[in-house]
Nanobody, 128 residues
């Protein structure tokens, strides 16, 4: 099990940028497939972005492709989500998630059930 602590949420205006961080502890971070999900009020938790343990393969939801960038710093045990050109529709609680990279198939990357460990979820609010 890995413990995840996120930071960086807040209130911004449409068009602004924000970076979320997720610090991991407890296991070998470099072995973990890392993802970001979000949950808007009254809606289901949905996939945002993910990255293989090596950092050489990334995945994005269509709604954020080209605006958001996931990255990781394995020596610092941290994964980031850089969010640019934020829109009011990006308002949500954002969750960092971890899963063993071994056996993470491409068709399960966007499924919340594929991830074992979750952070607490910082709020991101975007005003128009």
């Amino acid at each position: 099990q890995v413990q995840l602590v996120e930071s960086g949420g807040g209130l911004v205006q449409a068009g602004d940028s924000l970076r979320l961080s997720c610090a991991a502890s407890g296991r070998t971070f470099s072995n973990y497939f890392m993802g970001w999900f979000r949950q808007a009020p009254g809606k289901e938790r949905t996939f945002v972005a993910a990255m293989r343990s090596s950092g050489y393969r990334t995945y994005y939801a269509d709604s954020v492709e080209g605006r958001f960038t996931i990255s990781r710093d394995n020596p610092k045990n941290t994964v980031y989500l850089q969010m640019n050109t934020l829109k009011p529709g990006d308002k949500a609680v954002y969750y960092c998630a971890a899963a063993s990279d071994y056996g993470m198939a491409a068709y399960t990357v966007k499924a919340a059930y594929a991830y074992n460990d979750w952070g607490q979820g910082p709020q991101v609010t975007v005003s128009s």
